[in-house]
């Protein structure tokens, strides 16, 4: 049981440049999210996704992009890649609303210069 | 939204010492949950626990929801404890608001041997 994977590891990118963060969990959960940590700080919530078909925008949801084709599957996508999005991206997977909680990959560590 | 607030921001123990961390959360949650994250960069979901006492091992943590606190002990403290304790809550606002966590700043632990 894998859990929630998340690939890339590490990515350089150049200003302007766009990239997809790939993301997919073997639990069958319905809740998928995406969240990004800045140096000392906690996590801020960019998108989140209910069910395939269903994504809505969290708390930082300028300059990205999702989209849930699948149950397993929730890429996110940079366009136009700017300094300010460099940060550790996270995401994460619930099987419900209230149990167990989320859980998370082990993060992709994006770098824009 | 909801305001979380975590103390001590830096805390730092000798081997073998007992230590609480607090979490302040400033409305009603349906969704609790302490994270550890490891010099590597790697989220553990420790607990779920969005009211009442859990222990696991050396580590257990109380919620009194009706009061918007949650405590985290950890007692005989080892290094492999260090890292950063994240309190992160959610609040189920409509059918569709998933477990949208918002995150503490975190509560820096070093232990020393």
């Known amino acids: 049981n894998a859990g929630v994977t998340q690939t890339p590891k590490f990515r350089i990118l150049k200003i302007g440049q766009s990239m997809t963060l790939q993301c997919t969990q073997d639990m069958n959960h319905n809740y998928m999210y995406w969240y990004r940590q800045d140096p000392g700080m906690g996590l801020k919530l960019i998108y989140y996704s209910v069910g395939a078909g269903i994504t809505d925008k969290g708390e930082v949801p300028n300059g990205y992009n999702v989209s849930r084709s699948t149950t397993e599957d929730f890429p996110l996508r940079l366009e136009l890649a700017a300094p300010s999005q460099t940060s550790v991206y996270f995401c994460?997977?619930?099987?419900?609303?209230?149990?167990?909680?989320?859980?998370f990959g082990q993060g992709t560590r994006l770098t824009v210069v | 939204g909801i305001q979380v607030e975590q103390s001590p921001p830096d805390l730092i123990l000798q081997e073998g010492a007992n230590s609480t961390l607090r979490c302040n959360f400033s409305?009603?949650?349906?969704?609790l949950q302490w994270f550890h994250q490891n010099p590597w960069g790697q989220l553990i979901n420790l607990f779920y626990?969005?009211?009442g006492t859990k222990q696991n091992g050396r580590l257990s943590a109380t919620t009194v929801a009706t009061e918007r606190y949650s405590l985290l002990y950890i007692s005989s403290s080892q290094t492999t404890d260090s890292g950063v304790y994240f309190c992160a809550v959610a609040r189920r606002v409509r059918e569709t608001s998933g477990s949208r966590l918002t995150f503490g700043e975190g509560t820096q632990l070093t232990v020393n041997p």
């Open positions: 994460a997977s619930s099987h419900g609303i209230y149990t167990y909680g989320a859980f």
């Open positions: 409305d009603s949650v349906n969704n």
């Open positions: 626990i969005p009211s």
